[in-house]
């Protein structure tokens, strides 16, 4: 076989099984309807006045997860990484990303409803809220996040 050939062949056999479907197990069947959840304070990461709504799956847990964040105008979440990749998608408002250690509002790129990122772990970043903003998380557990400035952390 050419090069190219196994080239070819091995492209599409990876495209098969990145977009074949996930299989779950019957009990984990979810179906939520755009307003039948309901956020709640917290999550006990993020300073005060952010709220969540886990739609499937566990953040605390092995496992993927989704998860919604409904953030208020000027929200700020300082500079910080995870264990785990993050998937992140705006559903409302403006997320405003950057990178580095320290939060510069004037270094960031303004993601609006649609838009989309992903970071591997360990890759520092931090995000403004303008106007009511929701994103939806998604993940694998346990999930964590941690500070460059322990000062940043609520939860110390």
Not at 38 to 45: D, L, M, T
């Amino acid at each position: 076989m050419t090069y190219d050939r196994l080239l070819i062949a091995g492209t599409a056999v990876a495209i098969a099984v990145l977009t074949a479907p996930v299989a779950l197990a019957q009990d984990d069947h979810v179906l939520i309807e755009s307003d039948a959840f309901e956020y709640e304070a917290g999550p006990a990461s993020l300073d005060e006045g952010a709220e969540y709504a886990v739609l499937y799956g566990d953040p605390g847990s092995d496992g993927v997860f989704a998860m919604r964040l409904r953030l208020p105008d000027g929200f700020h979440i300082a500079p910080h990484h995870h264990t785990q990749p993050e998937i992140v998608t705006v559903i409302s408002g403006t997320f405003r990303l950057g990178m580095g250690e320290e939060a510069d509002p004037e270094a960031t790129t303004a993601l609006e409803p649609g838009g989309f990122f992903a970071y591997p772990p360990g890759m520092v970043h931090y995000a403004y809220a303008e106007g009511e903003t929701v994103i939806q998380l998604n993940s694998s557990g346990p999930w964590t996040i941690t500070y460059v400035d322990d000062a940043d952390d609520p939860r110390m």
